[in-house]
Structures are given as structure tokens and as C-alpha cells.
């Protein structure tokens, strides 16, 4: 099988994000990287780059002349990685696809709903495939969930609760590099743990349950005095057909290091997920003994064997679950250059209709904590 080339804007030096999605697109052997405009200093970028291994020539001084210029090459990249600050997403994802260039993105997929709908209409204008990484819906347990849900196993869905607490900006940490972009609204947008990890929450809510907010009553706060953005979220949600919600986000859970949390209940049974414990997913049917479902053991449903590299009992965790992502993005890029139907598995991936919801749900959120917590549509 061909391995595809890639692309990415952002991820230099001193970022997180972009060497975790270098590591994600390397891992099941579908991706090599082979150009970028890796910093907004084109001479960092360009030296970045080199350092990378990158040829000279597709080490980039900016994302404009890296679209205008890899469009062009007979052995162009078949997909750009953007994992740039919130705020640039927009205009670089329409570069590329206006360029013809399919786009994995960093979640928020913009900064407004203004953006989000129009990159969504580029998108839809040029057919190109669009990846958003949330890449915990890349993870096999919570595929499981899904499968589960589909089934109805649980029954009618009456509760979802998720959760995500951290405690990494409990205190201000001047001089470090990710916390200066995601504390300013400049870059970050408009939300700051509800952008960053709220949206995971909401995402993997709506992906396991098969369920869409309507409605939603938040409450934001700044904990850490002089922080211009939220650092914790409570959000209420009422569910199509009539299930309810709670989504509790933060970044000031002192004592919390990345505990992401998903239970959905129905009227015949309960799941629980936990990413710090992925392995496992929990099931309680109704009055009956609990149930572990372990990743690679018997009765994993085909989504989740899909998304599975190793035996049980051999763990799998975070960079499994991105490289998942990145897995499906090449499946979908795929097909669309053989112009064939993309398997069912791939099509688990978020995309652009994604995106649009989860900036909606942090124009949502916004708009209802600053009227005092009012009942607010949740409409993309």
C-alpha cells in the first residue's frame, strides 16, 4: 500500500501538539512527512524543517506559499496537518483546501461560528476529505460505547455525564509557551478550558451516545485572578428526545492530571469510560452483576477490533488512540483519490460537521453564562 505524504503547518519547536501528531501519523505506517511550515518565523520554520529531514525546498516560510507551491509538485502531499493556535485554523484549512490539499485539523475547528460554516462550505464545494482530532473517539473502548449504544444494550438514553479535569493551569506558569497562547483570546478564541477540553467532552458525549444537544445552561469562570478566559466550565444539556446532561470541564481541578470521563445510562443499563483506565469499559446491566469489557478481549464489537493494534493485556493508550485518527484520515484520502465508498470504520472519524458543532457549542455556552446561566439553542 502506497504511503501517503503529509503535510503540516504549526507543531515547531517548543510545541506539544505537533509532536504528538508527528508520533500519531507515523505509528500504524501511513503517513510520512515530507513538507511543513513549522513556525511563524520563516527562518525558525525553514531550520525546523531541515532539522526535521525535510528537503530543503518543501520546508516552508509560510502556510500560503507551502499551499500555492506543494499544489503545484507532481508528488504534491496528499494531506496537510494544521495544529496551529485556534485562531489561524480558519484560514489555513481554506488555503488548503482552496488549493486542493485535504485537511487533518486540531479541534476548535475555528474560533466563530461565521468561520466554521464557511470552512464548511469550502469543504462541501470542493468534496475534499476533512479530519477534525478529536482523538479520543479514536480510542476502541469508547468505539465499543458506541457499538453498544447502537445496539441497545442499554436501552433508551436518559443521562450522559462527561467530564475533564486538569489541574495544569491551577496557577499561572508565566513563560510557558502553551499556556501564554491558550490564556489569550487573541489565539485561543474565546474559550479557554471550554475551547480546549470541553469540546473533547462534548464530542465524545454526542459520539457515544448517537445523541445532539439542543439545549444547554453553562456557567464559566475564571478561578486564577487576572486570566482573561474561562479555566472552568459546568454545562447543563438537554438531549434530542428528551435525555439530560451534565459536562463538567476544568483546568484548576487540583489533584487532577487528565481525567477525561464518560458514563451514559439508559433504562436497561449503564457505561463508564475513563481515559486514565482506557483499557476497560464498564457495563451494569439493570440488577445485574457488573461487567468489564477489556480492549482485545471476547465480545469487543467490530469498530473496536477495528481500532485495535496489539493483544489485550498489552495497553494501548493515548497516541494509539490519535494514531487511530490519522489510520481513518489515510482510509478516507484514500478513497476519494481511487473515488471508492471509504469502509464503515473510517467513517467514525470526526469531520467537518463536527467542528461546526463544537465551535456552536462554545458560542452556546458563552452566550448563556453571560446571561446568567439562561437555557440557550445549541444550533449549527
Known amino acids: 500500500m502506497?504511503?501517503?505524504?503529509?503535510?503540516?503547518?504549526?507543531?515547531?519547536?517548543?510545541?506539544?501538539?505537533?509532536?504528538?501528531?508527528?508520533?500519531?501519523?507515523?505509528?500504524?505506517?501511513?503517513?510520512?512527512?515530507?513538507?511543513?511550515?513549522?513556525?511563524?518565523d520563516p527562518d525558525k520554520s525553514i531550520a525546523f524543517g531541515k532539522?526535521?529531514?525535510?528537503?530543503?525546498?518543501?520546508?516552508?516560510?509560510?502556510?500560503?506559499?507551502?499551499?500555492?507551491?506543494?499544489?503545484?509538485?507532481?508528488d504534491r502531499i496528499d494531506a496537510v496537518s494544521i495544529v496551529t493556535p485556534n485562531s489561524t485554523h480558519h484560514a489555513i484549512a481554506r488555503e488548503f483546501l482552496l488549493a486542493g490539499i485535504p485537511v487533518i485539523c486540531d479541534k476548535p475547528m475555528t474560533t466563530t461560528l461565521r468561520h466554521a460554516h464557511d470552512l464548511a462550505d469550502v469543504a462541501r464545494q470542493t468534496g475534499l476529505p476533512f479530519i477534525l482530532t478529536h482523538n479520543y473517539s479514536g480510542y476502541p473502548m469508547t468505539?465499543?460505547?458506541?457499538?453498544?449504544?447502537?445496539?441497545?444494550?442499554?436501552?433508551?438514553?436518559?443521562?450522559?455525564?462527561?467530564?475533564?479535569?486538569?489541574?495544569?493551569?491551577?496557577?499561572?506558569?508565566?513563560?510557558?509557551k502553551q499556556a501564554d497562547w491558550r490564556g489569550d483570546p487573541s489565539k485561543a478564541g474565546p474559550g479557554g478550558a471550554l475551547g480546549d477540553i470541553a469540546t473533547h467532552a462534548f464530542q465524545l458525549a454526542e459520539f457515544v451516545s448517537g445523541l445532539t444537544a439542543e439545549t444547554l445552561a453553562a456557567d464559566l469562570e475564571a478561578f486564577v485572578p487576572g486570566r482573561k478566559v474561562d479555566d472552568n466550565v459546568n454545562v447543563m444539556l438537554r438531549f434530542g428526545g428528551g435525555a439530560k446532561g451534565m459536562l463538567w470541564a476544568s483546568q484548576v481541578a487540583s489533584g487532577s492530571v487528565n481525567g477525561l470521563r464518560l458514563r451514559v445510562f439508559g433504562d436497561n443499563g449503564g457505561l463508564?469510560?475513563?481515559?486514565?483506565?482506557?483499557?476497560?469499559?464498564?457495563?451494569?446491566?439493570?440488577?445485574?452483576?457488573?461487567?468489564?469489557?477489556?480492549?482485545?478481549?471476547?465480545?469487543?464489537?467490530?469498530?473496536?477490533?477495528?481500532?485495535?493494534?496489539?493483544?489485550?493485556?498489552?495497553?494501548?493508550?493515548?497516541?494509539?488512540?490519535?494514531?487511530?485518527?490519522?489510520?481513518?484520515?489515510a482510509e478516507l484520502v484514500r478513497a476519494h483519490q481511487e473515488k471508492r465508498e471509504p469502509n464503515a470504520f473510517s467513517k467514525l472519524v470526526p469531520g467537518i460537521a463536527d467542528g461546526v458543532?463544537?465551535?456552536a457549542f462554545i458560542e452556546a455556552a458563552i452566550t448563556s453564562s453571560k446571561a446568567n446561566s439562561a437555557w440557550t439553542a445549541l444550533s449549527a
Open 51 to 74: 532539522s526535521m529531514g525535510i528537503d530543503a525546498a518543501r520546508a516552508y516560510p509560510d502556510f500560503r506559499t507551502m499551499a500555492a507551491s506543494e499544489a503545484k509538485r507532481a
Open 272 to 329: 463508564e469510560w475513563t481515559q486514565e483506565t482506557p483499557e476497560t469499559l464498564l457495563f451494569t446491566p439493570l440488577g445485574e452483576q457488573q461487567r468489564i469489557i477489556r480492549r482485545g478481549g471476547a465480545g469487543a464489537s467490530a469498530s473496536a477490533a477495528y481500532a485495535t493494534r496489539v493483544p489485550g493485556g498489552h495497553p494501548e493508550g493515548y497516541l494509539e488512540g490519535f494514531a487511530q485518527i490519522y489510520s481513518d484520515a
Open 143 to 176: 468505539r465499543q460505547a458506541r457499538a453498544m449504544v447502537e445496539a441497545g444494550d442499554l436501552g433508551a438514553i436518559r443521562i450522559v455525564q462527561v467530564e475533564y479535569a486538569q489541574d495544569w493551569l491551577a496557577r499561572d506558569i508565566p513563560g510557558n
Open 2 to 40: 502506497r504511503r501517503l505524504k503529509l503535510g503540516m503547518v504549526g507543531g515547531g519547536e517548543g510545541a506539544f501538539i505537533g509532536g504528538v501528531h508527528r508520533m500519531a501519523a507515523r505509528l500504524d505506517g501511513h503517513w510520512d512527512l515530507v513538507a511543513g511550515n513549522f513556525q511563524s
Open 357 to 359: 458543532r463544537g465551535v
